[in-house]
T-cell receptor, first 117, second 114 residues
Framework: DTGVSQNPRHKITKRGQNVTFRCDPISEHNRLYWYRQTLGQGPEFLTYFQNEAQLEKSRLLSDRFSAERPKGSFSTLEIQRTEQGDSAMYLC???????????????FGPGTRLTVT | KNQVEQSPQSLIILEGKNCTLQCNYTVSPFSNLRWYKQDTGRGPVSLTIMTFSENTKSNGRYTATLDADTKQSSLHITASQLSDSASYICVVSDFSGGYNKLIFGAGTRLAVHP
């Protein structure tokens, strides 16, 4: 399967614990995006990488959240001291991109469903 | 504030019938508009992408229209099938940051009944 993969698919954790999610993008894609989706809503942008550089972070990404893409390939999203409000689906997407407005397709992974109890 | 609004919130139709979903947006600057299909518990899958110069685009039984002047789009589904049951999300791209930043609507939840 050459699509975007995410692990784990489901994570249940207790409030206050740290969690880390992984995203493996399509191999030739230089751009990687993280989104958060709560029930009944569309995804909301969290952060964006071009290669290994994190170029934009949403105000939704509090200081408890950190994302990395160390070698410009896979990415991790860590949430520290989880809160019940962090319960959501965390989606990763990847795309090509060359700094033009051409509408490169963003391909989404299956998501990681986080439940904080 | 950049916003994408969709209607209706949910829709039930019988298999074989057609339906049209609506999208209004206030995103500026506008780069392109996309429709995604999202099955429950899965990531969104792209159906169509339209730039401001395109008025209509089809993908099989899905036809999207765009009126960039009124900032409205629609997605028409023809001869619906049970597998069309999903959320359909309108997404508008803002290129102000030098990349296509996607702004998602809340989606229309479509249920196709036999």
């Amino acid at each position: 399967d050459t699509g975007v993969s995410q692990n784990p698919r489901h994570k249940i954790t207790k409030r206050g614990q740290n969690v880390t999610f992984r995203c493996d993008p399509i191999s030739e894609h230089n751009r990687l995006y993280w989104y958060r989706q709560t029930l009944g809503q569309g995804p909301e942008f969290l952060t964006y990488f071009q290669n290994e550089a994190q170029l934009e972070k949403s105000r939704l990404l509090s200081d408890r959240f950190s994302a990395e893409r160390p070698k410009g390939s896979f990415s991790t999203l860590e949430i520290q001291r989880t809160e019940q409000g962090d319960s959501a689906m965390y989606l990763c997407a990847s795309s090509l991109g060359q700094g033009t407005s051409l509408p490169y397709e963003q391909y989404f992974g299956p998501g990681t469903r986080l439940t904080v109890t | 504030k950049n916003q994408v609004e969709q209607s209706p919130q949910s829709l039930i139709i019988l298999e074989g019938k057609n339906c049209t979903l609506q999208c209004n947006y206030t995103v500026s600057p506008f780069s392109n508009l996309r429709w995604y299909k999202q099955d429950t518990g899965r990531g969104p899958v792209s159906l169509t992408i339209m730039t401001f110069s395109e008025n209509t685009k089809s993908n099989g039984r899905y036809t999207a229209t765009l009126d960039a002047d009124t900032k409205q789009s629609s997605l028409h589904i023809t001869a619906s099938q049970l597998s069309d049951s999903a959320s359909y999300i309108c997404v508008v791209s803002d290129f102000s940051g030098g990349y296509n930043k996607l702004i998602f609507g809340a989606g229309t939840r479509l249920a196709v009944h036999p």
